[in-house]
């Protein structure tokens, strides 16, 4: 189905003013017709205008149908008789066959996102221009870029640990047809496949760098993660979603990840893990720099020749050092006032 815009003129404005015209002209026949009858005079004619008047009182109001208003960035997709006409892009005050009738299946549909929020009776209409535009109020498509954020989910990551993670999704309707006819419902049929491309692509890769983990596909291990390769995980997330929803006639512009922890089952062990791993990586340079500081130490001590330490006495002060540099808490000093042996 290819979308097909209509380039009509906005003579909606025009069109209501020749209507209420008209409507009057009807009433005005209507009440000259009664005139006639009752004084006697061409009964004929009295009975045709009477006629008249009455048809055109109790049917004028089907042309009103035909006016449509349109904001800007909104669409309005157009069929008759179930065949699809084309699409209103441009804003203005339209007039259109007024058998036509708006079509948007995903009109009632409400997801958690920006701009999806209900109109209806916040436009003020005129009482004539109302019968013609209330139809379209709620069959509007917008082309605004909106914002889906879908609620969190559970996923397994690819060591198997369960992680909670919540994207935000910018997308906007680029073929209104597609929209409307290649799908049932293309709000819902965009927020399944934001669920169904983000399990895809987190199954990829873990929470944290992991050894022995190819997350390109390359048959190379790399560092890829979750929580280190963001940027990386949500452009992959949003070309999995592009391609399935470009059949729909929907363009996602871009994908976040707003929320992103382990599962609370395992939340508090892997922050254990954490710690202990940051407390061994913190311990592993204190003793890395006491090693360095000794070291110097005892070259400085060479090298100037203060005092000179055989095998047991050097053994004796660097166990010292070591308990100084590498202790938790302040060392706590013995003076010997004594000889040392």
């Known amino acids: 189905m290819q979308e097909k815009v209509l380039n009509i ?9 020749l209507i209420l015209l008209l409507y009057a002209a009807g009433i005005g026949i209507l ?31 089907i042309p009103l149908c035909g006016l449509k208003i349109l904001k800007p960035q909104e669409a309005l997709v157009l069929t008759l008789f179930g065949k699809y006409v084309g699409t209103l892009k441009e804003e203005g005050y339209y007039y259109v066959n007024p058998f036509c009738s708006a079509v948007n299946p995903a009109a009632k549909t409400r997801l958690n996102q920006s701009g999806d929020v209900n109109d209806a009776g916040k436009m003020l209409m005129n009482a ?13 498509i917008s082309l605004k870029i909106m914002t889906l954020n879908n609620s969190r989910q ?16 910018m997308w906007r309707v680029v073929d209104t047809a597609k929209a409307v006819f290649e799908v049932d419902n293309y709000k819902e049929y965009l927020s399944l496949q934001c669920d169904s491309a983000l399990r895809n692509i987190v199954r990829i ?31 992959r997330i949003r070309q999995e979603i592009q391609q399935k929803v470009a059949d729909a006639g929907l363009e996602v512009l871009e994908a976040r990840i707003t929320y992103l922890a ?29 090693v360095g500081m000794v070291e110097m130490a005892l070259e400085r001590l ?21 308990v100084v540099l590498c202790g938790s808490h302040d060392a706590q000093p013995i003076v010997n006032t004594g000889s040392l042996y």
């Not at 003129?9 to 003013?17: E, P, R, T, V």
């Not at 890769?205 to 963001?230: H, I, N, Q, W």
Request: charged share 20%; hydrophobic share 50%.
């Open 9 to 17: 003129k906005k003579n909606g404005l025009a069109m209501l003013l």
């Open 31 to 61: 009440v000259a017709g009664g005139v006639m009858a009752d004084e006697g005079v061409l009964m004929p004619l009295a009975v045709l205008m009477i006629v008249l008047g009455c048809l055109w009182t109790a049917l004028g109001w």
């Open 128 to 140: 004539a221009a109302q019968a013609g535009t209330s139809e379209a109020v709620g069959k509007r």
């Open 154 to 169: 559970k996923i397994n990551d690819c060591l198997g640990n369960p992680v909670e993670i919540g994207i935000a999704v």
């Open 205 to 235: 890769y873990p929470y944290d760098v992991a050894p022995g983990v190819d997350t390109t596909g390359d048959g190379v291990a790399d560092e890829g993660s979750l929580r280190g390769s963001s940027e990386v995980v949500a452009e």
């Open 262 to 290: 382990y599962a609370p089952e395992i939340a508090a062990v892997m922050l254990q893990r954490q710690q202990a791993s940051a407390i061994i990586d913190a311990r592993k340079m204190i003793v890395d720099g006491a």
């Open 302 to 322: 060479d090298e100037k020749h203060m005092v000179e330490l055989d095998d047991e006495r050097k053994a004796a002060m660097v166990s010292n050092l070591l």
